[in-house]
């Protein structure tokens, strides 16, 4: 991730919607000198200069980013004391980035992985691809981009599946502004691995930037098939729409308002009562929800995760016909309506696929995805829905 933030401020100029993410000239100086520091593995050095880049651009995503994405990385292996500490940090620094610019992707990123930190299965390199790759890590990092070509070469010969690296190597070439070869990469890249989402939305940015618009949006939509969570490939998709005339896309906006939890030993409902709002009715179906869960998880095991979500959902909506049927008053949650809706026409598999994807649905996702090739288009087109 950390090269990446090179990238998002290389595009910031040539995507406005990404406005805020770029920092003033002091300011990114001295996130490349954190990032020269973290690549090093100096954390407390780079921490302290990226907060002085804060300092030197307080309008400014990307030092933000660059603190969320290094905390969250460090999160990752570190101690149980501290774990929970640095993911609080990170959670903080991403949502101060997007503050001051909602699209950061790097920031979305960050807070993708701390709420759901299971990987997508992308292939790993082998011992002497990761040499070859962490080489290129670095010189990309420097700017050095011929340098850094050179040892993704290296990383791709050592192991040609590693899709990363090609992805990489694509990289080299878009800030150079060179599209074709970028794009030509970047395809390598998703052929390799089909659900590499960032392959996708790589190859999107480079087939744009040579104005192949319809290219471009079915390669969103490849991204979005190989990754529903990752916001960015949203963000691009529903631009690219807005600039073309399309309907914009809809965030469903639904926000997990009730959930058992442990307390004194004892299976206690915790409710957010700002998610929830005032109409008593739509509490009952966000408690109805809790409980299905609670009760399907003790009483079937074999349940996966998705079968779980799915069926306390079809439960739960059930419970919401028939409360609105027999109160003759509707649910007021603009989101729990739109999930009644999606529920009433046998929608609401692919709308909880795709709208509230975490990585444990991925056996379930493949199997929708394969018998179904249109099925992210058609969703899209129908309901003009995104997470």
């Known amino acids: 991730m950390l090269k990446h933030l090179i990238t998002a401020a290389a595009l910031a100029a040539c995507l406005p919607a990404w406005a805020g993410i770029d920092a003033n000239e002091q300011s990114s100086k001295l996130?490349?000198?954190?990032h020269l520091l973290r690549q090093q593995g100096k954390f407390n050095q780079a921490f302290d200069k990226y907060q002085e880049a804060v300092r030197a651009d307080a309008s400014a995503s990307l030092p933000l980013s660059a603190i969320a994405d290094m905390v969250q990385g460090l999160s990752e292996t570190a101690a149980p004391a501290d774990r929970?500490?640095?993911r609080a940090q990170a959670t903080?620094?991403?949502r101060a980035a997007l503050q001051n610019a909602p699209q950061d992707p790097v920031a979305q990123e960050v807070l993708r992985k701390l709420e759901d930190d299971m990987p997508p299965p992308l292939h790993k390199g082998n011992a002497a691809a990761e040499k070859a790759h962490a080489a290129a890590e670095a010189a990309f990092i420097r700017q050095?981009?011929?340098?850094?070509?050179?040892h993704y070469r290296e990383a791709m010969a050592a192991d040609p599946r590693y899709s990363t690296v090609f992805v990489g190597a694509g990289d080299c070439y878009f800030v150079r502004q060179q599209w074709p070869e970028a794009e030509e990469l970047f395809r390598q890249a998703t052929a390799i691995e089909p659900r590499n989402?960032?392959?996708?939305?790589f190859l999107a940015d480079a087939l744009a930037r040579q104005g192949k618009l319809d290219e471009t949006a079915e390669a969103l939509l490849a991204a979005i098939a190989a990754h529903p969570a990752q916001r960015p490939n949203w963000?691009?998709?529903?631009?690219?729409?807005?600039a073309q005339g399309q309907t914009p896309l809809t965030s469903l906006g639904l926000k997990t308002a009730a959930r058992f939890i442990m307390k004194d030993g004892q299976p206690t409902i915790d409710i957010d009562r700002a998610a929830v709002g005032d109409n008593p009715q739509d509490l009952a179906i966000w408690i109805a929800q809790a409980s299905f869960v609670y009760k399907l998880r003790n009483e079937d095991a074999a349940l996966s995760p998705f079968q779980l979500e799915l069926q306390s959902w079809t439960n739960a909506l059930k419970v919401a016909d028939e409360v609105t049927a027999k109160s003759g008053k509707p649910l007021q949650n603009a989101a729990l309506l739109k999930m009644q809706e999606l529920h009433r026409r046998n929608q609401l598999e692919p709308a909880l696929l795709l709208l509230r994807y975490r990585e444990a649905y991925r056996p379930e996702l493949e199997a929708w995805l394969s018998s179904r090739?249109?099925?992210?288009?058609?969703f899209v087109h129908v309901w003009g829905l995104r997470p």
């Open 31 to 34: 996130v490349q000198e954190g």
């Open 84 to 86: 929970d500490k640095l």
């Open 92 to 94: 903080q620094a991403a």
């Open 144 to 150: 050095d981009w011929d340098g850094a070509l050179k």
């Open 197 to 201: 989402a960032q392959a996708w939305r």
């Open 235 to 242: 963000d691009k998709l529903g631009s690219l729409r807005s």
């Open 373 to 378: 090739p249109h099925a992210v288009r058609e």
